[in-house]
């Protein structure tokens, strides 16, 4: 049991009966309390020299777990830099004022007005440039609601690319971006899109109040950084695809309170903070998505299949695909983050083969299932 295993089990009741989260949220909160756990049922291994057993239980498989969520962000990583073409990419990042977070925490339904405002203004910006030749960039949007205090904080990170390819299937590198028309832009039209989209009859006097705050739109990072073809895959993992906090960011519990750190945005100074745990739990909790809510989204060259862009070279070609892939299955990454072969017996050095699945889905004595996977391992040795 890892350490946010431990806080969620020892305050179970409090967070069912004080916070009262809706059933989406019980439900992963169940699924990362029993991660690993082999009365849920698992995989058993055997070795076909000596007999020896081995049970590997199954992961939750939740965005909220941070095991599983790690696994996740490196599949996701992954297939997300099979789309990239073979060019430069930018970092963005589109913010949000203060004033309008919590309408996106009340109301879940309007995040998708920050994918539709920040799709809508990459692809005016581009089309700005040349409207007879129509030229369209490849682009991944990714939702955070976290800042680094975990606190609610929506933004779009957006990785684009620096150059579009037009209808009649020539490229065109774009080195500069224009900030104001992006700020602008994105502050419009996200504005025009929750006013739309919400019922609050005193949104008007908030988007007033956003525009009298934001003279020069809302803040959006598009400076150059180093985002080169060749570390892309590495650059997504960091920045696009990552759970809200790593275990090894929680420094210590001691039952009423949790420690965490983080190093602040605005000058990456080192921030160690105390709060009780219940604080700690309710700031975690807010950020697990709606059950099948895409935080992740494709837009421009990325989201299409045309047989114009089939002349689009990858930063990743194809033949490479199955061994990257490979790198994300479940026994290598044992083996490169821990420096062992799980499936090596110990008992005389030979690789363990698939014996059968258990789904329990009660909780049954772990003594059962190896008496079960003995009793095969005697009918498969009879039988040869």
């Not at 009340?106 to 910006?125: G, P």
């Not at 047989?307 to 490169?336: G, N, P, V």
């Amino acid at each position: 049991m890892n350490i946010l295993q431990k806080i969620f089990t020892d305050h179970y009741e409090e967070i069912q009966y004080i916070l009262h989260p809706s059933e989406n949220v019980m439900q992963n909160i169940d699924k990362m309390i029993n991660c690993g756990d082999p009365a849920f049922g698992g995989a058993m291994y055997v070795c076909p020299d000596c007999g020896k057993l081995k049970f590997v239980p199954f992961r939750c498989h939740s965005r909220f777990c941070p095991t599983c969520g790690t696994k996740y962000a490196m599949e996701r990583t992954t297939n997300m830099s099979f789309k990239l073409a073979n060019v430069q990419h930018r970092h963005c990042v589109f913010t949000i004022d203060e004033n309008l977070r919590h309408y996106f925490e009340e109301d879940r339904s309007l995040l998708n007005c920050l994918f539709h405002a920040a799709n809508s203004v990459v692809l005016r910006m581009f089309y700005k440039m040349n409207k007879s030749q129509n030229y369209t960039p490849g682009f991944i949007l990714v939702l955070h609601t976290f800042g680094r205090d975990l606190k609610w904080n929506p933004h779009i990170h957006c990785l684009l690319s620096e150059g579009g390819l037009s209808d009649a299937g020539s490229w065109k590198n774009v080195k500069y971006f224009d900030y104001t028309f992006l700020r602008n832009a994105f502050r419009t039209a996200l504005l025009n899109e929750m006013e739309a989209c919400t019922n609050d009859p005193t949104f008007r006097k908030i988007k007033s109040l956003c525009y009298k705050n934001n003279e020069h739109g809302f803040y959006v990072y598009a400076k150059p950084n180093k985002c080169n073809p060749n570390e892309i895959t590495k650059y997504i993992g960091r920045y696009l695809g990552r759970p809200v906090i790593a275990t090894s960011r929680i420094d210590n519990y001691d039952g009423e309170n949790v420690t965490f750190h983080y190093n602040r945005h605005e000058d990456e100074q080192y921030v160690e903070e105390t709060i009780p745990v219940l604080d700690f739990i309710k700031r975690l909790i807010r950020h697990i998505p709606e059950r099948h809510f895409k935080m992740i989204r494709y837009g421009g060259l990325y989201a299409r299949h045309r047989k114009s862009d089939e002349c689009l070279y990858r930063a990743i070609h194809k033949s490479k695909h199955q061994i990257l892939r490979s790198f994300t299955e479940w026994r290598k990454c044992i083996i490169m983050s821990f420096g062992y072969d799980p499936l090596k017996c110990p008992k005389c050095g030979s690789t363990m083969e698939l014996l059968d699945l258990y789904f329990n889905y009660e909780r049954v004595p772990l003594e059962n299932l190896y008496e079960q996977a003995m009793s095969k391992v005697r009918e498969l040795r009879s039988s040869a």
